[in-house]
């Protein structure tokens, strides 16, 4: 059981904007980066966003991360179809046993 | 970003060893820390452990032990051993690059496309 807790599913019509969230603690991303990464059907996970608010090349700026405290939210504006996806928020924790830590993840409906 | 390939064995049977093999093309092998991480059917990932090209190692503590994951730098080439596996260790599993410092690993920006992995009894 994952320790970063993400809503099971949000959905929005096309053009409009989702928001994610990733619930943590003082241990996790209280403390270090986040990171979030796409899944389309079938695919391996793809990076997204990186310490926190970061896009990598090729990244549409339609994504966005923030971080305030133990929680970290992925932004989604202009929906596509093609956005339909699991989306993960990741992270390290520095409890007794570190380790990387993926949250729950997301589903996204383009309704 | 590099192309990142998984391969081994996409059977095992239950109790004994799950060995798979992640070949790294086209850059080299050195100063990132190399994951493996697994996706049950359905459900989310999870992040097995990571090698840093040193042959430093971390492991997800839920694995008890279990995994071993070593390099080949003259090979370009990183494994997983998970020993003593059940069906709930049926999965995708993904090879991965990391990007981090000082041990702690920060985002991965390379995955593999995944190999899936039966355990049967």
């Known amino acids: 059981q994952s320790v970063l807790t993400q809503p099971p599913s949000v959905s929005a019509a096309p053009g409009q904007k989702v928001t994610i969230s990733c619930s943590g603690s003082?241990?996790?991303?209280?403390?270090?980066?986040v990171s979030w990464y796409q899944q389309l059907p079938g695919t391996a996970p793809k990076l997204l966003i990186y310490?926190?608010?970061k896009r990598p090349s090729g990244i549409p700026d339609r994504f966005s991360g923030s971080k305030s405290g133990s929680s970290a939210t992925l932004g989604i504006t202009g929906l596509q179809t093609g956005d339909e996806a699991d989306y993960y928020c990741?992270?390290?924790?520095?409890?007794?046993?570190?380790?990387?830590?993926f949250g729950t993840g997301t589903k996204v409906a383009v309704l | 970003q590099v192309p990142l390939q998984e391969s081994g064995p996409g059977l095992v049977k239950a109790s004994e060893t799950l060995s798979l093999t992640c070949t790294v093309s086209?850059?080299?092998?050195?100063?990132?820390?190399w994951s493996w991480i697994r996706q049950p059917p359905g459900k989310g990932l999870e992040w097995i452990g990571y090698?840093?090209?040193?042959?430093?190692?971390k492991y997800n503590p839920s694995l008890k032990s279990r995994a071993t994951i070593s390099i080949d730098t003259s090979k370009n080439q990183f494994s997983l051993k998970l020993s003593s596996v059940t069906a709930a260790d049926t999965a995708v599993y993904y090879c991965?690059?990391?990007?981090?410092?000082?041990?702690?690993?920060?985002?991965?920006?390379?995955w593999g496309q995944g190999t899936p992995v039966t355990v049967s009894s």
């Open positions: 991965a690059r990391g990007i981090g410092s000082y041990y702690v690993l920060y985002y991965f920006d390379s």
């Open positions: 090698i840093y090209y040193s042959g430093s190692t």
């Open positions: 990741g992270t390290w924790d520095s409890s007794l046993s570190a380790h990387f830590v």
């Open positions: 086209g850059g080299s092998i050195s100063t990132f820390y």
């Open positions: 310490d926190n608010n």
């Open positions: 003082s241990s996790n991303i209280g403390n270090n980066y």
